[in-house]
């Protein structure tokens, strides 16, 4: 698994590396996250608010038409209840820390001098580097010991989720001659579960405003 990992992130960057870029633009960016899970037995969800900030890379390597990427802290998560069977429903709330490299091909339509509207799509590849799982379940006899009332890092090896997550995302944003907004999605497709019958992915909306230099 580890293997993998590496291979998908030097794939990543290889393909950024190879880009002939016509003209290439770098960017810091920030905004807000509204973030929850999708999978089995999820029930009563509500979303996580959150926030990103990094730094991005535009290289333009045809006219309008450019490979996006950077690297970003983005903060996610979910609160919900878990169908943990004998154990009744289980309570999370969960905010959920990443380092993200998203990796988007972007189409720029001219709107009027020194404005664009950008249409920009792709996967991405995420690590989880900390934060917080709390965990409530009114659930008192053999299981308290894992259940019960209790905080344990977001990634813990036991009763944590999967640190590396994967997906696609799509978005929509605007270039006001320096400044960015954008508009997007993601979906996450790889299960973060670690229990065997688990299966548990991040979704996650986000409004960026960002600066070019």
Known sequence: MKKLKLSLVIALLGMVSIVGAQTASLSVKGGLNISNYYGDNLNDKSIKAGFHVGVGADLEFMPNIALQTGLFFSTKGAKYQYDAGIAGNVEYNVTANYLQLPLHLAYKID???????????????????????????????????????????????????????????????????????????????????????????????????????
């Open 111 to 213: 709107v009027t001098p020194g404005t664009k509207v950008v249409l920009h799509a792709g996967p991405y590849i995420a690590y989880g580097v900390g934060g917080k799982r709390k965990i409530d379940s009114k659930f008192t006899d053999d299981l308290k010991p894992i259940l019960g009332e209790q905080e344990v890092d977001t990634f813990d090896k036991d009763w944590g989720y999967k640190p590396f997550d994967s997906g696609v995302g799509i978005g929509i944003g605007a270039e006001f001659g320096l400044i960015i907004v954008d508009l997007g999605w993601d979906m996450g497709l790889t299960n973060i579960s670690r229990m065997d019958s688990g299966n548990v992915k991040n979704q996650s909306a986000y409004l960026s405003l960002g600066y070019k230099f």
